[in-house]
């Protein structure tokens, strides 16, 4: 009776999965063999191979499985689940292509645990072949396999692929939604992300965790902060559980809108932090232009035991680049080479420190060190070289660029340009926008016509560059017309100059720096009327003019110099060092003009 009962092959099952050893699972299996029923083929089998791959003897699971003479699609599945926990996506691959080989047909629960293995193991080809293979066996509709395919696509970046699979769906779960949303954020495409969760809205269903990292994420990249304080809002009201993921990218949200007073009181208010937390806020701090506070973070972070990671170490390079400390730069540096390896997004960020510190020549040996060189840090070099003006390196190491193989994208032309307009290089510059659109078929951009008209204006070519504007239609970007009058100022042309300012005037403009560069600029034509509107203009305005400032790096602390700041300590020492520095140089030219004279 008591065997009968026990051969029961729920009970078996209930008994299978109650155990958490080897040894029970095996007493479990010696009963049914020691009773004559082995039961072959059934559920039976499954459990057995189900349960030693939950207790983690997957080695002890395929000899069970290689052990039946006949295999149903449900023991399939129970290896398949079992390689897909131990993280075997090669084995998965493996038994599925077995299991087709044998005539079993897959189901549901193989097709979507394959495509998930195909993701792990990122090969497309053999996912696509299985998505192929489950429309052939009927589940094209199939929600739980559609979800599968549709993070295979994402993950992949085949985001038109999914798309137009999503379309195609008849029945969408909330796994489809947030695969999508969160798919098109990860992806870059912050706007789709946000159509999608409208549609989403509109289909009446609720919204996760998950989708609301989605969507933080795209509010960060497309620098919306109304959007991003939509969502923290609703986070708040609906009470849904804060985890430290949730708040590290709040924090990173805030920070990447500018919003780094927000970002710092979250930050405090974290129960729990780890390295990723202090990582958003240093970068937020580096992005904001708060370099001292980026600095005291990361003596902080490491302090309270925290070992910086590469993303933290590359905002920390971010904040030495822009106030030149190249002391900290270089121990940055060489943390880096002594707890991480040195890869291509912390070794341009190393090339961009170097070369803003001043340093070129380290930027160029970090780059040759590189072994791989993608577009990426072919144009950080580029950029580099531009940087300091340097055209004839720029041409140079593009060329070379491309006889590697690589093909020039946007970034490298606009770095090109650059520096082409600072060394005055006219014929190259134009003769290098050409190319690139006919022979490298790439649309110019504003920022392309700023650095040809720049280039143009700089070389005193003003009615060239103001029929480019008018010919390519330009009349509406603001920094095309920056652009000109800077060249006006600086050759005074003050007939096309005064077009330039006007159109500046209509545009609107919001920085008191273009708005100063104006008042300048009719001041230099003694149009004092139109002086003292342009003031009258900065005055009204809501935006305060952000004095200039140079920093200088003493004794490894960073000592800033604003115009007529008369706070250092030592303020009257540093001018009579100039004042000597001054009449010593004043000496040295009278001597060397007298030499010329008379010899």
């Not at 920022?447 to 480019?468: F, S």
């Not at 003050?494 to 209509?506: P, S, T, Y």
């Amino acid at each position: 009776m008591l065997h009968r009962t026990l051969l029961c092959p729920r009970r078996l099952k209930f008994l299978l999965s109650a155990s958490k050893y080897r040894r029970q699972i095996n007493q479990v299996q010696a009963f049914v063999i020691t009773t004559g029923n082995l039961l072959h083929g059934s559920s039976t089998s499954g459990d057995l191979v189900a349960s030693c791959g939950r207790i983690g003897e997957i080695s002890h699971a395929r000899k069970l499985f290689d052990q039946l003479p006949q295999r149903s699609v449900s023991v399939y599945n129970s290896m398949i689940v079992a390689y897909s926990r131990g993280n075997k996506p090669d084995e998965v691959l493996r038994l599925y292509d077995q299991m087709v080989a044998e005539r079993v047909q897959p189901d549901s629960s193989t097709f979507t645990m394959t495509i998930k293995a195909c993701l792990n193991a990122m090969v497309l080809e053999k996912g696509e072949a299985v998505w192929s293979k489950a429309i052939e066996c009927g589940y094209e509709n199939d929600v739980f396999v559609c979800s599968s395919v549709l993070n295979l696509y994402m993950k992949c970046r085949k985001i038109d692929e999914a798309e137009i699979l999503f379309r195609k769906t008849t029945k969408r779960d909330l796994i489809c939604w947030t695969t999508m949303v969160t798919g098109f954020a990860q992806a870059g495409k912050s706007l789709k992300a946000v159509e999608f969760y409208r549609d989403m809205q509109n289909e009446g269903f609720g919204r996760d965790i998950v989708v609301m990292l989605g969507l933080l994420q795209a509010s960060a990249d497309l620098g919306d902060p109304k959007m991003g304080r939509s969502v923290h809002g609703y986070l708040i009201r609906t009470g849904l559980p804060m985890n430290v993921v949730l708040e590290t990218t709040l924090v990173d949200m805030y920070a990447k809108v500018g919003f780094i007073e927000l970002a710092s009181r979250i930050f405090n208010r974290m129960m729990y932090k780890t390295a990723v937390s202090w990582g958003s806020l240093i970068s937020g701090f580096a992005q904001n232009g708060f370099a001292n506070k980026a600095f005291e973070a990361i003596v902080e972070m490491q302090s309270l035991g925290f070992q910086p990671d590469l993303v933290t170490l590359v905002g920390v390079l971010v904040a030495c680049s822009q106030v030149g400390s190249s002391k900290t730069g270089r121990s940055v540096h060489c943390y880096i080479l002594k707890r991480h390896i040195l890869d291509q997004v912390t070794a341009t960020a190393l090339m961009d420190m170097y070369s803003k510190c001043g340093t070129l020549s380290n930027s160029r040996e970090i780059f040759e060190l590189i072994g791989r060189k993608d577009l990426v840090c072919w144009n950080t070099m580029i950029s580099c070289y531009g940087i300091h003006g340097n055209g004839q390196e720029v041409v140079s190491m593009f060329l070379r660029m491309t006889e590697s193989k690589i093909e020039p994208d946007h970034a490298t032309f606009a770095s090109l340009l650059s520096a082409l307009s600072h060394s005055g290089q006219v014929e190259q510059g134009q003769h290098w926008f050409s190319a690139m659109i006919n022979k490298y078929k790439i649309q110019p951009s504003e920022k392309h016509y700023v650095c040809l008209i720049d280039l143009l204006a700089r070389a005193g070519r003003i009615e060239e560059a103001l029929d480019m504007i008018n010919s390519e239609k330009l009349d509406s970007a603001l920094p095309i017309w920056v652009a000109l009058l800077s060249g006006c100022i600086n050759h005074r042309n003050l007939a096309v100059g005064d077009i330039a300012a006007n159109k500046i005037l209509q545009l609107n403009p919001d920085s008191t720096g273009i708005q100063t560069l104006v008042s300048n600029f009719f001041a230099t034509g003694k149009k004092w009327k139109e002086v003292a509107k342009v003031r009258k203009l900065m005055r009204s305005g809501t935006m305060e003019k952000v004095p200039g400032y140079s920093v200088i790096e003493v004794n490894g602390e960073l000592r800033t110099f604003l115009m007529e700041d008369l706070s250092h300590h030592e303020h009257y020492h540093m001018l009579r060092v100039l004042r000597n520095l001054s009449s010593e140089m004043s000496n040295v030219y009278t001597s060397i003009s007298e030499y010329v004279i008379f010899h």
